[in-house]
Protein backbone atom coordinates (compact mmCIF):
# COMPACT_ATOMS: atom_id res chain seq x y z
CA UNK A 1 0.00 0.00 0.00
CA UNK A 2 2.91 2.35 0.42
CA UNK A 3 3.55 2.27 -2.77
CA UNK A 4 0.18 3.22 -4.11
CA UNK A 5 0.24 5.99 -1.65
CA UNK A 6 3.79 7.06 -2.82
CA UNK A 7 2.19 7.18 -6.75
CA UNK A 8 -0.97 8.86 -5.30
CA UNK A 9 1.02 11.48 -3.64
CA UNK A 10 3.31 12.24 -6.97
CA UNK A 11 0.45 12.91 -9.02
CA UNK A 12 -2.06 14.27 -7.62
CA UNK A 13 -0.40 16.60 -4.22
CA UNK A 14 -2.19 17.18 -1.19
CA UNK A 15 -5.74 16.81 -3.25
CA UNK A 16 -5.75 12.82 -3.84
CA UNK A 17 -4.97 11.82 -0.36
CA UNK A 18 -7.73 14.21 1.43
CA UNK A 19 -10.31 12.39 -0.96
CA UNK A 20 -8.75 9.33 -0.09
CA UNK A 21 -8.73 9.74 3.65
CA UNK A 22 -12.49 10.95 2.99
CA UNK A 23 -13.55 7.63 1.34
CA UNK A 24 -11.70 5.83 4.22
CA UNK A 25 -14.59 6.96 6.59
CA UNK A 26 -17.29 5.05 4.37
CA UNK A 27 -15.29 2.80 2.61
CA UNK A 28 -11.77 1.62 4.12
CA UNK A 29 -11.68 -1.44 1.81
CA UNK A 30 -12.26 0.30 -0.75
CA UNK A 31 -9.73 3.07 -0.36
CA UNK A 32 -7.14 0.36 0.17
CA UNK A 33 -8.21 -1.55 -3.04
CA UNK A 34 -7.42 2.08 -5.04
CA UNK A 35 -3.75 2.54 -3.19
CA UNK A 36 -2.64 -0.86 -3.69
CA UNK A 37 -4.00 -2.17 -7.28
CA UNK A 38 -4.94 1.53 -8.72
CA UNK A 39 -2.07 3.27 -7.47
CA UNK A 40 0.38 0.86 -6.40
CA UNK A 41 -0.15 -1.72 -9.72
CA UNK A 42 -1.51 -0.05 -12.51
CA UNK A 43 -0.34 3.45 -12.29
CA UNK A 44 3.38 2.10 -11.31
CA UNK A 45 3.98 -0.17 -14.03
CA UNK A 46 6.66 0.37 -16.77
CA UNK A 47 5.75 0.59 -20.32
CA UNK A 48 4.44 4.35 -20.03
CA UNK A 49 5.25 7.20 -18.61
CA UNK A 50 3.04 9.06 -16.06
CA UNK A 51 2.35 11.84 -18.11
CA UNK A 52 0.94 9.26 -21.03
CA UNK A 53 -0.73 7.06 -18.21
CA UNK A 54 -2.69 10.15 -17.16
CA UNK A 55 -3.65 11.67 -20.89
CA UNK A 56 -5.36 8.05 -21.29
CA UNK A 57 -6.81 8.33 -18.15
CA UNK A 58 -8.79 11.69 -19.00
CA UNK A 59 -9.42 9.56 -22.46
CA UNK A 60 -11.72 6.90 -20.92
CA UNK A 61 -13.01 9.32 -18.62
CA UNK A 62 -14.31 11.53 -21.47
CA UNK A 63 -15.72 8.28 -22.90
CA UNK A 64 -17.48 7.09 -19.70
CA UNK A 65 -19.40 10.45 -19.65
CA UNK A 66 -20.81 10.46 -16.22
CA UNK A 67 -17.33 10.52 -14.18
CA UNK A 68 -17.46 14.62 -13.76
CA UNK A 69 -15.61 14.30 -10.80
CA UNK A 70 -12.91 11.83 -11.49
CA UNK A 71 -12.12 14.08 -15.16
CA UNK A 72 -11.48 16.90 -13.49
CA UNK A 73 -8.94 15.44 -11.05
CA UNK A 74 -7.50 13.62 -13.49
CA UNK A 75 -6.95 16.92 -15.46
CA UNK A 76 -5.95 18.16 -12.69
CA UNK A 77 -3.32 15.12 -12.06
CA UNK A 78 -2.32 15.23 -15.91
CA UNK A 79 -0.94 18.73 -15.37
CA UNK A 80 0.77 18.20 -12.76
CA UNK A 81 2.43 15.54 -13.76
CA UNK A 82 3.76 17.09 -17.03
CA UNK A 83 0.48 17.25 -19.90
CA UNK A 84 0.51 20.61 -21.49
CA UNK A 85 -3.35 22.87 -21.33
CA UNK A 86 -3.18 21.89 -25.05
CA UNK A 87 -2.56 18.30 -25.16
CA UNK A 88 -5.66 18.13 -22.58
CA UNK A 89 -7.15 19.79 -25.30
CA UNK A 90 -6.10 17.45 -28.18
CA UNK A 91 -7.01 14.07 -26.27
CA UNK A 92 -10.86 16.02 -25.28
CA UNK A 93 -11.17 16.68 -28.70
CA UNK A 94 -10.37 13.23 -29.73
CA UNK A 95 -12.43 11.54 -27.89
CA UNK A 96 -15.34 13.15 -29.45
CA UNK A 97 -14.95 10.83 -32.45
CA UNK A 98 -15.48 7.89 -30.23
CA UNK A 99 -17.41 9.26 -27.22
CA UNK A 100 -19.25 11.31 -28.95
CA UNK A 101 -19.86 15.43 -29.29
CA UNK A 102 -22.03 15.97 -26.02
CA UNK A 103 -19.27 13.93 -23.92
CA UNK A 104 -16.24 16.16 -25.35
CA UNK A 105 -18.48 19.18 -24.74
CA UNK A 106 -18.90 18.33 -21.06
CA UNK A 107 -15.65 17.32 -20.72
CA UNK A 108 -14.05 20.48 -22.42
CA UNK A 109 -15.92 22.67 -19.59
CA UNK A 110 -14.35 20.88 -16.96
CA UNK A 111 -11.15 21.77 -18.32
CA UNK A 112 -12.21 25.12 -18.62
CA UNK A 113 -12.70 24.88 -14.80
CA UNK A 114 -9.56 23.61 -13.86
CA UNK A 115 -7.52 25.49 -16.38
CA UNK A 116 -9.18 28.57 -15.18
CA UNK A 117 -8.27 27.04 -11.34
CA UNK A 118 -4.86 27.18 -12.51
CA UNK A 119 -4.75 30.10 -14.27
CA UNK A 120 -3.56 28.80 -17.73
CA UNK A 121 -5.23 30.83 -20.41
CA UNK A 122 -6.11 30.17 -23.68
CA UNK A 123 -3.50 30.49 -26.46
CA UNK A 124 -3.48 33.84 -28.47
CA UNK A 125 -4.29 33.85 -32.08
Known sequence: MARGKARLAEITGR???EVMAALGEIAPDFARYIFEFGYGDIYSRPGLDLRTRMLSTVAGLVALGH???????HIGSALNVGATREEVVEVIMQMAL????PAALDALFIARRVFAARGLTPPQG
Not at 67 to 73: D, F, G, H, S, Y
Not at 98 to 101: M, N, S, V
Open 67 to 73: AERELEV
Open 98 to 101: YAGF
Open 15 to 17: SGA
